[in-house]
Structures are given as C-alpha cells and as structure tokens.
C-alpha cells in the first residue's frame, strides 16, 4: 500500500525557513519521479518542485533560488527546504509520486497517482 505523509509545515515570519518532509512507503521509492505541490485557499493546486529518479530537479519560477527539493533515498523521504519565505508562500503543500523511471510534469498533475494528505505553511508579514 502506497502511503506518503508529509510534515514540517508550520507558521513562520517573512524570510524565514522550513524544510518539509515527505516519508514514502509501500513501494520502490528511488524509481519514481516525486514532486511537491502546493495550493493557497480558493487556488487551483500549483506545482512547486520535482526530482526524478536520476536525482535532476525542476522549479517553479516564483521559488527559484529559494526553494531546494532533495531525497534520501536510504530512508525513502523526499525533502523541500524552503528559505526566504514570503506570504505568498502560504498555502498547503502536498508531496505526489509522479511517474517510474520518467520525468515529472512540474505544470500539471498529470502521471502522479498518490498524493500525501498535505502539510499547512503559513508566513506572516
């Protein structure tokens, strides 16, 4: 049974940091290409960062340079290290497992098939 469960969100001031966490289990974790997601009240779901299962990374423009997705294999985590938060980061943010063996699709939440219950960020001004 496929399980992703994320954590580390919380509230923090404007510029600064969070790392999120996202345990993955059931399955062979270092195969699939992972994303995070995120989605803001009354906004569609965005995404903000994949890794495939090469190790290469993908951003969206609004968290480059601030943003670094990562994984551990060894212990079947994928990680988002978030420093200079800004309130536009608020929103709930979701890990996904994307496709095996091929690349993420960072625009859309097409190929990625199990979703974790999502973890709330919250930066205040």
């Known amino acids: 049974q496929v399980q992703l469960v994320e954590s580390g969100g919380g509230s923090v001031q404007a510029g600064g940091s969070l790392r999120l966490s996202c345990a993955a289990s059931?399955?062979?974790?270092?195969?699939?290409?992972m994303g995070w997601f995120r989605q803001a009240p009354g906004k569609d779901r965005d995404g903000v960062a994949i890794?495939?299962?090469?190790?290469?990374?993908r951003y969206a423009d609004s968290v480059k340079g601030r943003f670094t997705i990562s994984q551990d294999n060894a212990k079947n985590t994928l990680y988002l290290q978030m420093n200079s938060l800004k309130p536009e980061d608020s929103a709930m943010y979701y890990c996904?497992?994307?496709?095996?063996?091929?690349?993420?699709?960072?625009?859309?939440?097409?190929?990625?098939?199990?979703w974790g219950q999502g973890t709330r960020v919250t930066v205040s001004s």
């Open positions: 996904a497992r994307g496709p095996q063996y091929l690349a993420c699709n960072l625009g859309s939440h097409s190929g990625y098939n199990y």
């Open positions: 059931g399955y062979s974790y270092r195969t699939y290409c």
């Open positions: 890794i495939d299962s090469g190790g290469s990374t």
